[in-house]
């Protein structure tokens, strides 16, 4: 790995596309990309691993293009590597440092044209925070966007320590999240979550109390009703069903049906900060699916597996 900034590279490998698309269409390996330069407030990151997310290949395919960036985009949003450079005003961080996080501050709005499926990327120091110990760099790249959704749509809801919560889609990225942070970091008193009949027994060991495999069960015919349901697959219309009178539903896809509410994650290094301890200790665990770490070279596998829309936990590129 880069030590110095006296020997960084001007050109680097990153995957990018020139036009909208599939990603099985769009995507190239390019190996002389201009290494961007941080402003005073960014950090330079070798890039050892950067996990991909929904969000990845929905931009590629043109769903934000009225506030993307303009083309030509390296994706990735999530990056886990060591800081090689630091801009005039970046005081968390040195060089050396190991550090993981979200580089877009704003999901959707004006996202960085220099993503993390690159040798190197810039990110603003305030997104990023140290990388827990215990953690690879693969694993800590799974993390950031899918806890820091998990974390802020459970803020969003009031969640809180005694109450009881229906996860849907509780064995995908952001579900594997919601349901340990449900369990360890806000302690509720139940926990339910949908996924199909093979992902019943991963549920229960993330936490849920209360696995129901959807291929044969509708969750909101059940008598039970919870105070808090977290949509993580759109399927808001039935959500607002399974609720107590009184409660919250919140959801991050689809068709919002009142009284649920949603938002778009907003990048924070410090929620990491704040769950690190729940990280360190092996409370919160990364959740990768058993097939889901691909090398840098075959990042168009990788984008191919995560658009079955059927991974467990995450997809993470592993960039060195
Ligand atoms: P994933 O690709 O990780 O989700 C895959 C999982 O979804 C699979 O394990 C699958 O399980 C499960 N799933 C699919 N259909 C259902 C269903 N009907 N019921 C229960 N589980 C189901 O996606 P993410 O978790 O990363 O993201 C989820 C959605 O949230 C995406 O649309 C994403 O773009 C969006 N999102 C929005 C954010 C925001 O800020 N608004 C932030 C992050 C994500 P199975 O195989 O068992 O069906």
Same mark, same amino acid.
């Given at each position: 790995m880069a030590s110095s900034a006296a020997i960084l590279p001007s050109k680097m490998k990153a995957w990018t596309y020139l036009e909208y698309g599939k990603s099985s269409d769009v995507l190239k390996l390019q190996s002389d990309v201009v290494v961007p330069q941080p402003r005073d407030d960014q950090v330079l990151l070798q890039v050892v691993a950067a996990g991909i997310n929904p969000i990845d290949f929905k931009r590629m395919l043109g769903m934000f293009k009225n506030s993307d960036s303009p083309l030509p985009i390296i994706p990735g949003y999530d990056v886990a590597g060591v800081?090689?450079? /630091?801009?005039?005003? /970046?005081?968390k %961080?040195?060089?050396?440092?190991? /550090?993981?996080?979200?580089?877009n501050e704003k999901a959707v709005d004006h996202p960085t044209q220099f993503g993390t499926i690159a040798e190197y990327t810039v990110v603003a120091e305030k997104l990023l925070a140290l990388k827990p110990k215990n953690l690879s760099f693969v694993e800590a790249a799974s993390l950031p966007l899918v806890i820091e959704t998990a974390y802020e749509g459970l803020e969003r809801c009031h969640f809180s320590a005694g109450k009881s919560i229906l996860v849907l889609g509780g064995a995908g990225g952001v579900g594997t999240m919601i349901i340990q942070l449900a369990r360890q970091v806000y302690g509720a008193s139940k926990i339910a979550a949908t996924a199909s009949t093979g992902?019943?027994?991963?549920?229960?060991s993330l936490g849920a109390d209360l696995p129901i495999d959807y291929t044969?069960?509708? %969750?909101?015919?059940?008598?039970?009703? %919870?105070d808090v349901v977290y949509d993580a697959v759109g399927q808001c219309e039935k959500a607002v069903k399974?609720?107590?009178?009184?409660?919250?539903?919140v959801t991050i896809y689809g068709a919002v049906v009142p009284p649920a509410t949603t938002f778009m994650l907003t990048s924070n290094g410090a929620?990491?900060?704040k769950l690190e301890p729940f990280l360190e200790s092996g409370k919160v665990k990364p959740m990768i699916d058993p097939n889901g770490i691909f090398p840098?070279?075959?990042?168009?596998q990788a984008f191919a597996y995560l658009e079955t829309g059927r991974v467990t936990g995450k997809? /993470?590129?592993?960039?060195i």
């Open positions: 800081v090689v450079k /630091v801009g005039s005003q /970046v005081k %961080f040195k060089e050396g440092d190991q /550090v993981y996080g979200d580089i992902k019943l027994d991963l549920l229960k044969y069960q509708n %969750f909101e015919d059940l008598p039970e009703k %919870f399974a609720v107590k009178e009184g409660g919250e539903v929620i990491l900060e840098f070279s075959e990042t168009p997809v /993470v590129i592993s960039i």
